[in-house]
DNA sequence: CCATGCGTTCCACTGAACGGAACACGATGG
DNA sequence: CCATCGTGTTCCGTTCAGTGGAACGCATGG
């Protein structure tokens, strides 16, 4: 399989946030993912409960659920009637990572970080002002911490996000646009304070973060660079206490991996 | 968290299948949907590409892929302009997985089949006339064969299919009503290779597929009962020469296997 | 240099998606 | 034991939102 010119950074950023539809979105269609995200905030819900959230008519709801159900994007217990995400967008899902070629290509190297530390490896990609990790290798601690939690943070609390950000203009801006929610015990809640930790991460080509998205731990990261454009991030994660005393030691395990994958990518 | 009392076989069958949509469907939300099942096939299509497919005017196509794009369920390459499957799938996905109790439960037992046997281990949930595998932990050779199939086989060909079948009335009813489409060099054709396969599966307690699903393979399947119900399997993969010597040593393996998943099911 | 393909935009028509009311069921509790 | 409240589900008339077709700007290539 060929890799176009530049395959790794092409992607159009989604807008989603606050309603200003202009115009050119099918209000049915949206309101059906807008069902799909209410069971991103709990795993399961009744007809009524949707109808209220979403503002629309029980009845509309329910036509909305039926027809995700009909079509396995959402699945119905039929003994409590309650509805929760269906297998079919698992299926879909795994497809996505599967056809991830930045991953691919990245997924030796992460092994071998992984297996010469002994700490959880994430590899990150930048998504508007989030980053998505689409792939880890936990070990039991990050597999403790993480195991319950999404695969998209933003990325003024994480470590991933701060240095794709540094080396990314575009991720840097999309974060500013959505400005800065407070999570655990972020130390990032403005704007001087993003361009602080980011311009350092940019300098220092690393970037630590302790106890941002979870309390008490530390995550480092680097950037994966394709022409000079961060397109992805390595980083290990786990307990502050087993991070913190090796941090010297993992930069520039980071780095190396970081760049070997860049030359995978063709840079 | 507490387990309710049938908590392992209560989900709605999806029908699908054929255009019977019988009224309550909503056809904009069923087209987007269509759109997204597009992808399932091709990893990259263009507006028209869809329009044809689907049958509809390019305007439309155009417009219900802008919705998807927005809400990050579709992606544009703006260099070549053509669409592909977005990640806000592959977390929806990842939340599936997440949230699968069953797979939870099994996934201990399943690192231990792995580890013992050093086979690729699968562990398969029921979902109409198909098989979905909700977890995977592969070998090198499994990693070759599987790495870029999608995670949904058709039961007749699968082992895991056909034991499950065997101790699920309505997992082998929906393979009936779906038809045996034939697969590689798949033995079962016919209701009548069907039944048989199944009810020997059944005698058996177990289920062996050579080269049903991929040619040169072998796997080897148990059920995971609940209350007498198949509602799940655990089944060993690889290379025909590499399963093919073992299986008389797998199947009790793989049957204590099953017995300790189910359980921690609590039946 | 025109012909053909693409992705995108606009607009008038109409059928499809909406909300409200009524339904059947089960669980509560007076 | 009946009344009340909640659920999920069904039906139906109104109207608005989704449709297809035509036109656009831009590439490609014969």
Same mark, same amino acid.
């Given at each position: 399989?060929?890799?176009?010119?530049?395959?790794?950074?092409?992607?159009?950023?989604?807008?989603?946030?606050?309603?200003?539809?202009?115009?050119?979105?099918?209000?049915?269609?949206?309101?059906?993912?807008?069902?799909?995200?209410?069971?991103?905030?709990?795993?399961?819900?009744?007809?009524?409960?949707?109808?209220?959230?979403?503002?629309?008519?029980?009845?509309?709801?329910?036509?909305?659920?039926?027809?995700?159900?009909?079509?396995?994007?959402? @699945?119905?217990?039929?003994?409590?009637?309650?509805?929760?995400?269906?297998?079919?967008?698992?299926?879909?899902?795994?497809?996505?990572?599967?056809?991830?070629?930045?991953?691919?290509?990245?997924?030796?190297?992460?092994?071998?970080?992984?297996?010469?530390?002994?700490?959880?490896?994430?590899?990150?990609?930048?998504?508007?002002?989030?980053?998505?990790?689409? @792939?880890?290798?936990?070990?039991?601690?990050?597999?403790?911490?993480?195991?319950?939690?999404?695969?998209?943070?933003?990325?003024?609390?994480?470590?991933?996000?701060?240095?794709?950000?540094?080396?990314?203009?575009?991720?840097?801006?999309?974060?500013?646009?959505?400005?800065?929610?407070?999570?655990?015990?972020?130390?990032?809640?403005?704007?001087?304070?993003?361009?602080?930790?980011?311009?350092?991460?940019?300098?220092?080509?690393?970037?630590?973060?302790?106890? @941002?998205?979870? @309390?008490?731990?530390?995550?480092?990261?680097?950037?994966?660079?394709?022409?000079?454009?961060?397109?992805?991030?390595?980083?290990?994660?786990?307990?502050?206490?087993?991070?913190?005393?090796?941090?010297?030691?993992?930069?520039?395990?980071?780095?190396?991996?970081?760049?070997?994958?860049?030359?995978?990518?063709?840079?």
């Amino acid at each position: 399989m060929s890799i176009t010119d530049d395959a790794w950074c092409t992607t159009t950023p989604k807008r989603h946030l606050s309603g200003d539809d202009h115009g050119s979105a099918l209000k049915s269609v949206g309101t059906a993912l807008d069902v799909l995200e209410c069971f991103a905030v709990d795993t399961e819900l009744g007809v009524s409960d949707i109808a209220r959230r979403l503002g629309v008519a029980k009845s509309t709801a329910h036509r909305l659920l039926t027809t995700l159900v009909t079509r396995g994007f959402i @699945e119905q217990d039929h003994h409590t009637g309650l509805y929760r995400l269906g297998l079919h967008l698992f299926e879909l899902g795994q497809l996505v990572q599967a056809r991830n070629e930045m991953r691919h290509v990245a997924l030796p190297v992460l092994r071998h970080v992984h297996q010469a530390t002994g700490h959880t490896v994430n590899f990150g990609v930048p998504d508007g002002p989030d980053v998505v990790f689409v @792939e880890r290798l936990h070990n039991r601690d990050g597999l403790r911490i993480l195991s319950h939690w999404g695969r998209r943070l933003p990325s003024h609390t994480t470590s991933s996000g701060k240095v794709i950000a540094a080396f990314n203009a575009e991720a840097y801006a999309a974060r500013v646009a959505s400005g800065f929610p407070p999570r655990v015990t972020g130390t990032v809640r403005t704007h001087a304070d993003w361009e602080r930790v980011v311009s350092q991460a940019r300098h220092q080509g690393y970037a630590v973060s302790h106890s @941002e998205s979870f @309390e008490g731990t530390t995550s480092v990261a680097v950037p994966v660079l394709y022409r000079k454009l961060a397109v992805a991030s390595v980083s290990v994660f786990g307990p502050s206490e087993s991070i913190d005393p090796d941090v010297e030691r993992l930069v520039p395990l980071l780095t190396a991996a970081s760049r070997r994958v860049s030359k995978s990518l063709g840079a």
